[in-house]
């Protein structure tokens, strides 16, 4: 199993944007066949990231294949317009 999470900071940190962020990504998941979990969570500290996304995947081949995947690249150009910064951190689980 690959686990990768992604913290995101947005450029806009409101509460409604982060609440329609939310809501976004996880959409993926039933829509993408290489997703075996996905989880988006919110910092409840203020901390230096808004979100954090945790999605496995059976194997890097599917992570590979996710990447690539039309509605991954779609939710992408969506999060690229409202991402300020983001940090991965990938392992074998």
Known sequence: MI?????????DSSP?????TREVL?????????IRELKVEVDIRSGAYDLLQIVQY????DLEAYLVH?????ISR???EV???A??????S
């Open 26 to 34: 996880p959409g993926m998941r039933g829509n993408i066949e290489y």
């Open 87 to 92: 940090a991965s951190f990938c392992y074998e």
């Open 78 to 80: 969506y999060m690229a």
């Open 58 to 61: 059976e194997s890097m081949a």
């Open 3 to 11: 686990t990768n999470n992604l913290l995101i900071k947005l450029k």
């Open 70 to 74: 039309p509605f991954h690249v779609e």
């Open 83 to 85: 991402t300020g910064s």
């Open 16 to 20: 409604g944007n982060i609440a329609k």
